[in-house]
């Protein structure tokens, strides 16, 4: 019975069991060796190649950037609702004050990247939170 394991740098990469003792074994382990010897047991360093750019923005000639559109949707909803609330509670007119001022929700990656998102969202949601708290 033999048993032989080929280690490579950490882990083994090879493994033989040979266990009935006969002389296809010992032909199998030798020609296993061979192999191994031909090609090595370690892990050859991998190359990576660095990130490309990201594409140029598209330009919309005329029309509202798809990433502007949705900011100033999701912003002036946002801030409507939050400045009609606090109309409403009598809590005072802080629009920078909030969580959903800060965070501004409903990004989405694919449409752009996300400084310009923010900005957008900001701005329609002072808008909307004006026009709901001083409405009422």
Partial sequence: MVHVFFAGLAQPRMGIC???GGGNGMRLLAGMLGVVLLTGCYEKEAVYAPV????PAPVYQGQVPPLV????RNG??????DGNRDAYYRAGYQPRNNRTYEEAPGYDYRLGPIPPYVDAFRNAYLR????????Q
């Fill in 128 to 135: 909307g939170y004006d026009r709901a708290f001083y409405q």
């Fill in 18 to 20: 040979v266990c009935n």
């Fill in 69 to 72: 559109q949705l900011a100033e």
């Fill in 52 to 55: 490309p750019p990201p594409p």
């Fill in 76 to 81: 002036y909803r946002a801030g409507y609702d």
